[in-house]
């Protein structure tokens, strides 16, 4: 199952998203879950389910496509038994 249009539109609607959080806060990584907040307000999730399911589920999405990569900022770390995504700052 390849990604639509659709979901490459979300990746980029994303990926300003974490560009915008991160030229206005002094952090350098921070947990996908953390800004589901800020993707409901710019209107890419209708509402926050199970502490951040669907970023997950949609990072989880383009990882097992291969697409992880269309969002730089994206980046999972091993966890003991589970991957926990955080979104890194970039140049």
């Known amino acids: ?3 639509t ?3 490459i539109q979300m ?3 994303i990926k300003r998203c974490v560009k915008e959080f991160f030229d206005t806060h002094n952090q350098t990584i921070i947990e996908a879950k953390e800004l ?3 993707f409901i307000k710019r209107g890419i ?3 926050n389910s199970q502490d951040g399911l669907p970023i997950r589920n949609f990072l989880n999405h383009l990882e097992k496509e291969k697409q992880l990569g269309l969002i730089p900022q994206a980046l999972y770390q091993q966890k003991y038994t589970k991957k926990n995504c ?3 700052k970039t140049i």
């Open 86 to 88: 955080v979104f890194i």
């Open 1 to 3: 199952m390849a990604i």
């Open 5 to 7: 249009d659709n979901e």
């Open 45 to 47: 999730f209708k509402s």
């Open 11 to 13: 990746v980029f609607r």
């Open 36 to 38: 589901m907040l800020l």
